[in-house]
């Protein structure tokens, strides 16, 4: 392999890389496996899937590294030079993520193993999107309802892969629980920020590709308690669940926590409340890091809730969902209360 960035992965010359680009290349599953073709610029996670040859994946963006396999032979590019589940050591081992790899060569890989059907609990599927719907949430916060064409079997607190203007790809979280071929999702704008800029473009009737369902956060069987934990636009997963929970309508202790930076960004606040207080033992705490006078829950940013209300299980189960920065000193804090990290599902948004 040639080296395209310190701890990247090769390319050639922009001259040969472009000429590969015409091609379809083949890879091939070693030792003596399937093999599979992969359109120009396309990742091999998903050439591999659409004919019948399951990879190991989980994430399907770059940040797991579930989908690690070794490059037996051949060259490749990068898709996302920055993908968190890319490390120095993968280099010199020669181990590649195939969600955001593409081939410059024809290639042998040797996964740890390989599948010829979908995993039970991600059995992704390309959809094309119509936006039906459009709502205004609050300060550049939108709910985006889409009718997909065609069947998706997902579980609450997973996230769909979309395809927008130049192939760029993003993440959300589906907002509802599954409800046949609809599916919610709630985008917050970064101003000049490309995916949540071009997320806003649309307008109901526009069509988008939407491939779905990628990730680990769902509710884990049991009676055991739960606590649901939410920053910002994490709110989406969190809904989700919340959702779900209020349909089981389980005898199950549920605290939720959603903390945001003032009451407008709130979102979807009265649905949560909706859904928890639905369930006989549902409690939810609020936070605000810049509340308003009369504000009657928490102040500051949600570890101070989970400092003052959160009383820990043994055996309970958390997820979590929201920008990096939360979700890392949610993380921490969690750890500084020694719960394991079997018990901890999250997803961090970035
Ligand atoms: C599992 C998951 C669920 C998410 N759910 C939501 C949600 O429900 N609501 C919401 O508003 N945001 C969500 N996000 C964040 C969202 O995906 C975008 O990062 C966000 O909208 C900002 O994108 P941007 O292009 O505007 O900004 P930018 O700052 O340009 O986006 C950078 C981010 O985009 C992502 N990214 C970059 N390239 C790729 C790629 N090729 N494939 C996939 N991702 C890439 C990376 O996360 C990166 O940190 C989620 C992210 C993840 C990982
Ligand atoms: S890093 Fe590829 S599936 Fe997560």
């Known amino acids: 392999m040639s080296s395209q960035r310190p701890a990247g992965l090769n390319i050639r010359s922009q001259r040969q890389s472009a000429d590969q680009h015409r091609t379809v290349f083949s890879v091939q ?42 490059l037996v032979s051949g060259e490749v590019k990068l898709l996302l030079p920055d993908a968190p589940a890319v490390d120095e050591r993968d280099q010199r ?66 996230h769909a892969v979309v395809t927008l203007d130049g192939g760029l790809l993003r993440c959300y979280s589906m907002a509802n629980a599954p409800n046949g071929p609809q599916v919610d999702l709630v985008v917050k704008r970064y101003a000049g920020r490309p995916g949540s800029t071009a997320m806003f473009a649309l307008e109901e009737g526009d069509c988008l590709p939407i491939t779905l369902p990628f990730g680990d956060m769902w509710i884990r069987d049991g009676t055991a308690p739960i606590v649901l934990i939410a920053g910002g636009t994490g709110i989406s997963a969190v809904h989700a669940l919340a959702a779900e929970l209020a349909t089981r309508r389980q005898d199950r202790e549920v605290t939720a926590f959603y903390g945001a930076r003032s009451l407008p960004e709130l979102v979807l606040a009265s649905e949560l409340e909706a859904h928890i207080t639905r369930l006989g033992r549902g409690r939810y705490h609020f936070v605000l890091e810049h509340p308003p006078p009369q504000w009657t ?54």
């Open 297 to 350: 829950h928490a102040s500051g940013y949600v570890t101070d809730a989970l400092a003052r209300h959160l009383s820990v299980a043994p055996d309970g189960h958390y997820y979590l969902a929201g920008p990096p920065p939360m979700v890392d000193a949610t993380l921490d804090f969690l750890k500084g209360l020694d719960v394991g990290r079997d018990r901890i599902h999250y997803d961090r948004f970035g």
């Open 29 to 70: 599953v070693a030792p003596g496996g399937q093999s599979f073709t992969v359109e120009p610029g396309e990742n091999i996670l998903a050439a591999g899937r659409r004919q019948g040859v399951w990879l190991p994946f989980e994430c399907g963006w770059g940040s797991c590294s579930t989908c690690k396999v070794t």
């Open 93 to 158: 081992r020669r181990r590649i993520i195939v969600c955001q790899t593409t081939p410059l060569s024809d290639l042998v890989i040797r996964p740890v193993r390989v599948d010829t059907e979908p995993p039970s609990e991600r059995p992704v599927v390309d959809r094309t999107g119509r936006l039906r719907k459009v709502e205004d949430l609050g300060p550049d916060i939108r709910r985006l309802g889409f009718d997909l064409d065609g069947p998706a079997r997902y579980r609450s607190g997973q």
